[in-house]
């Protein structure tokens, strides 16, 4: 598992992955997020691809979102695609310890494309970037896997992941406190969704 594969496969894949990208549908997990938001929030997208549908649904209501991507041409795709956000080209596993200071961080189908020794860590640091009562919305592996898939949308691509029980103990230890969590089932896969507390 490397992060510039990965990188490169987005680089690769980004406008394919987009007009599949529907099959998965967040809406409801969203519209879950927003009720205990304050509007003018402050979210920061961390692996935000071409920032449809998530964070333009964001700003469309209201919310000020950053968002982070590996890949030059997601960021390049969701300056496009969300203008009234801020996107920034940055590796997530290179973040430091309070590097942001912000209400929710939200992280979409993300996670595991970092290799899963490194998740507690990582998720540690998502809590360092939140203010008190900050909200965390992410989706993690279902399942224990680490592998590569020749023909992800047309390019290379890799996951590396626990199961589904690993993974809300991984986001416990990291100090958070679930308030919901189900498997999503909306597209071809499925995924871990945990909306948590600080
Ligand atoms: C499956 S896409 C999902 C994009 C977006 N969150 C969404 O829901 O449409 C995964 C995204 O994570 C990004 N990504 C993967 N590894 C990353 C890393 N180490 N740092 C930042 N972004 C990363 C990829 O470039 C890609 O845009």
Same mark, same amino acid.
């Given at each position: 598992?490397?992060n #510039?594969?990965?990188?490169?496969g987005?680089?690769?894949v980004a406008?394919?992955?987009?007009? =599949?990208r529907?099959?998965f ?13 304050p509007?003018g929030?402050?979210?920061?997208d961390i =692996?935000?691809g ?5 964070d ?5 209501k =209201?919310?000020k979102?950053?968002?982070?991507d590996i890949?030059?041409?997601?960021? *390049?795709?969701?300056?496009?695609? @969300?203008p009234q956000? #801020?996107f @920034?080209?940055k ?11 912000v #209400?929710v @961080?939200?992280?979409?189908?993300? !996670?595991f494309h970092t290799p899963?020794?490194?998740?507690? #860590?990582?998720?540690k ?6 203010? /008190?009562d900050?909200?965390?919305? @992410?989706t993690?592996?279902s399942? /224990?896997?680490?592998?590569?898939e020749k023909?992800?949308?047309? =390019? *290379?691509m890799?996951?590396?992941?626990y199961?589904a029980?690993?993974?809300? *103990?991984l !986001?416990?230890?990291a ?7 189900e498997? /999503? ?7 871990l969704?945990v909306?948590?507390?600080?």
């Amino acid at each position: 598992m490397c992060n #510039d594969n990965v990188r490169k496969g987005y680089n690769k894949v980004a406008e394919n992955y987009l007009k =599949g990208r529907d099959q998965f549908k967040n809406d409801k997990y969203l519209e879950r997020l927003i009720k205990l938001l304050p509007k003018g929030s402050l979210i920061l997208d961390i =692996g935000c691809g071409a920032g449809i549908p998530i964070d333009s649904f964001l700003v469309d209501k =209201g919310f000020k979102v950053k968002g982070i991507d590996i890949s030059e041409k997601q960021i *390049e795709l969701a300056r496009k695609n @969300v203008p009234q956000a #801020d996107f @920034v080209l940055k590796d997530m596993s290179l973040l430091k310890d309070n590097e942001y200071k912000v #209400d929710v @961080v939200i992280s979409f189908y993300a !996670i595991f494309h970092t290799p899963r020794e490194k998740h507690l #860590d990582l998720l540690k640091k998502f809590k360092s970037f939140l203010k /008190d009562d900050g909200l965390l919305l @992410v989706t993690m592996g279902s399942s /224990d896997w680490v592998g590569t898939e020749k023909d992800f949308f047309g =390019g *290379e691509m890799s996951w590396s992941h626990y199961d589904a029980n690993s993974n809300k *103990e991984l !986001i416990k230890k990291a100090g958070f406190k679930i308030i919901f969590e189900e498997i /999503d089932t909306s597209g071809n896969e499925k995924h871990l969704v945990v909306l948590a507390k600080k």
